[in-house]
């Protein structure tokens, strides 16, 4: 387990996934990041690499041959090496092999680098194309926030507050996690920038916008002045799900998505699909900022 820490915050990162395993703000001694209950739902916040999301009947084609490939990929069960550390930094590494070559026969270097500056957490994705050949890939994140902050609150005190006015719809999932084509509402409060978190609200699978005008979304409390901050502006998806009923909720930004349940397309064809070219390098972040108000 790897630990970074300064004033402000001090997270952890494990091995398996580079995974964030914790959160915690250090004015307030506060854990804001699910602790993984394997009763409810096991992960903390997944890296997905190299698909985000669900393949057409688990398999991605590519070069006209179908590879087996599980929802959202395979990094979050591949253990990572540490190339990096400093109090604040830490960069870790998954390089290609025969194993990955085996479901996705691409060369490659996927390092996930951590940083934190004062009360953020900056998490940056760094793909390199050690091929001959163009490499195409999606990737994202899927942190767990947990909700309530504190004991005395409820689920229903809390919700996500877009930076920009929407009008919201979700791109509706089948219950294999395809996208079925078809579109529901979603209704927000208070000048259409707040989303109210309900116990139910995910009943029909994770939210998914894919034409956000905001580029930050806050976790809130109407009982207090305290929040996470996600900027992610270099995402244009953004999903938001919780397993019903859960103490927490996951906000998600996306480069790349899951099939329609229709037909399968070869990769390059993927929706939201990226790409870099050989020897190229790919770069993309997003920052998880905590603010609170202490009481004296």
């Known amino acids: ?19 964030l395993t914790s959160i915690v703000h250090k004015p307030t001694n506060t854990e804001h990041l699910w602790q993984a209950d394997p009763s409810v739902w096991g992960w903390h916040a997944p890296n997905l690499f190299p698909v ?3 393949c057409l009947n688990n398999q991605l084609h590519i070069g ?5 490939m599980e929802r959202h990929g395979f990094a979050r069960q591949s253990t990572f090496m540490q190339v990096e550390s400093t109090a604040s930094h830490a960069v870790f590494s998954l390089s290609s092999d025969s194993t990955t070559e ?3 026969p691409y060369r490659f270097q996927f390092q996930i680098i951590y940083e934190l500056n004062e009360s953020t957490l900056q998490v940056t994705y760094r793909i390199q194309n050690e091929d001959e050949q ?12 947990r909700v309530p902050f504190n ?4 689920y229903e005190d809390y919700y996500i507050e877009f930076d920009k006015e929407e009008e919201l719809k979700t791109h509706v999932l089948s219950s294999a996690g395809l996208f079925t084509g078809q579109t529901r509402p979603v209704e927000l409060e208070a000048e259409d920038t707040r989303l109210p978190l309900t116990k139910h609200l995910f009943d029909q699978d994770a939210l998914v916008f894919k034409s956000l005008q905001s580029r930050q979304v806050s976790l809130k409390s109407w009982r207090h002045s305290k929040a996470i901050t996600l900027d992610f502006t270099a995402f244009p998806y953004l999903g938001i799900w919780a397993k019903p009923g859960a103490s927490f909720v996951c906000i998600e930004p996306w480069l790349g ?15 939201a699909i990226q790409q870099v070219g050989a020897g190229q390098v790919f770069n993309a972040s997003f920052s998880i900022r905590i603010t609170e108000e202490i009481l004296l």
């Open 1 to 19: 387990m790897t630990t970074l820490e300064n004033d402000q915050l001090k997270v952890s990162i494990r091995p398996k996934g580079a995974e």
């Open 52 to 54: 985000v999301g669900g």
């Open 64 to 68: 006209g041959k179908g590879y087996p």
């Open 102 to 104: 085996a479901v996705y």
């Open 134 to 145: 163009t490499m195409y890939f999606s990737v994202g994140a899927h942190p767990a926030f």
């Open 151 to 154: 004991e005395e609150e409820a």
């Open 257 to 271: 998505c899951a099939d329609s349940e229709d037909q399968a397309v070869p990769i390059q064809e993927k929706e």
